[in-house]
């Protein structure tokens, strides 16, 4: 059975066995990242009005929104978490399940971290020694690629330490997988110049309108800057940042991908590596300075509205200032929190119910 069909049948079971009382409760799938907020809500929510304590379920963001684009009705989820925007094919699977209208929420912003124990020293990085040390293939010099040959740290720039590359990240279903190859990855990538001219170059057969051109370049652009080597180096540590930073507590030479919200939560125990001369704190994130940070969402299912009581005035604690605003009780759980301009324009089109459009 693949992650994909586990994950819904376990869903499925999960279902089945509360299904006595999930039509009045709310049910919340998603991204691993954007479960602790979730969570914070929800409980909030279930001790200050008459509706049931939502549930909420960490599946990923892709886990997620398969669940979610399932189909309506009661089997199915009525929000899903996403640590990245909704992508257009999942889009098309819920309208091909019969879910066409769907409301977007944006509730802040995350930085991704790359971190290990505080019992090692401190990474300096930049994101060409990211991309280098965790791309399956590298450039060569000619203007070709090789398979990654690097072992070490130091291999790849003489100021790190010559300790064995090895880090712990999340899988393909994870939101913060995807936005951590296109900011990180994607960011080292493209500053090898014959690289970023193949972008370039897809984006001008595509104003010339050949379409064909544009899409195998574009192919071509992405293999080389999205594809994490699969030779053990990299190691994939599931949808549970908890067990990442434990892992790293345990093995100090080894360096993790999770959410600033983790790292901020188990400061203790370890720290973030400088990114392009950036630390990864809540200041630098807010003010965009720490390039590795993405926008997080949920979309709720507008078919299931007055089918499940409650999901409206979710939607309203969530968005309310006491909760996303700048001194709001997200902010305690690590959440960076949009700007007032930024929250007052999402909170018209969050309270008018728009629907998403790409």
Known sequence: MSKSSFVLATFAVFVAMGSAQAADQIKIVGSSTVYPFSTTVAEQFGKTTKFKTPIVESTGSGGGAKLFCAGIGE??????????????????????????????????????????????????????????????????????????????????????????????????????????????????CKSYKWIKGIKKASK??????????????????????????EDGVYIEAGENDNLIVQKLDANPKALGIFGYSFLDQNADKVQGSIIDGQAPTFENIAQGKYKVSRPLYFYVKKAHLDRVPGIREFVAEFTSDKAWGPEGYLVDKGMIPMSKKERGAWKIKIDSLANLTM
Do not use: Q
């Not at 001008?204 to 080597?229: F, P």
């Open 204 to 229: 001008k057969a595509k104003k010339a309108g050949d379409k064909a051109k544009a899409k195998e370049l574009k192919k071509k652009y992405k293999a080389l800057c999205h594809s994490i080597r």
């Open 75 to 188: 089997k199915y989820p009525d929000i899903t978490n996403a640590s990245r925007r909704i992508k257009k094919s999942e889009v098309k699977r819920c309208e091909k399940n019969g879910i066409k209208n769907i409301v977007e929420v944006k509730i802040g912003y995350d930085g991704i971290a790359m971190a290990n124990s505080r019992k090692a020293p401190l990474f300096k990085l930049s994101r060409k020694d990211i991309f280098l040390a965790l791309a399956k293939d590298v450039p060569n010099g000619d203007g070709n690629t090789k398979p990654n040959p690097y072992k070490t740290w130091k291999e790849i720039n003489p100021a790190l330490p010559a300790t064995k590359i090895e880090v712990l990240g999340p899988p393909p279903t994870s939101g913060t997988r995807d936005a951590f190859v296109e900011l990180a990855m994607e960011g080292g």
